[in-house]
């Protein structure tokens, strides 16, 4: 089964996991949150599989961003949720998923290492 990689075609890091993917012949989708939005099921289907701490990106532009009281509000599964729906570009990027499981959150080597593992 196909690959599917979330995320904003813009990020370079998105790029780096798709420029990867295509060099070692693996077919992949790519869903992009901006024309296509957060799939909510698959969403869920993440916080289960690696927790809403790892999906949110504290480090990136769009949390950096956020007001304080937003970002103090981000306590629990339900409200990184509701905050991951508004603005995708707070999740972490990309999310790589096969067969419905999440192999990668993020594209550093860890998570290079994870999906080879996978392939």
């Not at 890091?13 to 799939?39: E, I, M």
């Not at 306590?75 to 972490?92: F, G, Q, T």
Request: charged fraction near 25%.
């Amino acid at each position: 089964m196909a690959l599917i990689v979330y995320g904003i075609p813009n990020c370079n890091t998105v790029k780096k996991a798709r420029t990867w993917l295509d060099d070692q012949g693996q077919a992949h989708q790519f869903h992009d949150y901006k024309k296509q939005g957060v799939p909510a099921d698959r969403l869920d289907a993440w916080i289960a599989a690696v927790g809403w701490e790892k999906l949110v990106n504290r480090q990136g532009t769009t949390w950096r961003q956020l007001d304080e009281a937003t970002k103090a509000a981000v306590v629990d599964a339900a409200s990184a949720r509701a905050l991951m729906l508004d603005k995708a570009s707070v999740i972490k990027r990309p999310v790589i998923e096969r067969a419905g499981g999440v192999l990668a959150v993020g594209f550093d080597d860890k998570a290079q290492a994870a999906v080879a593992a996978a392939l």
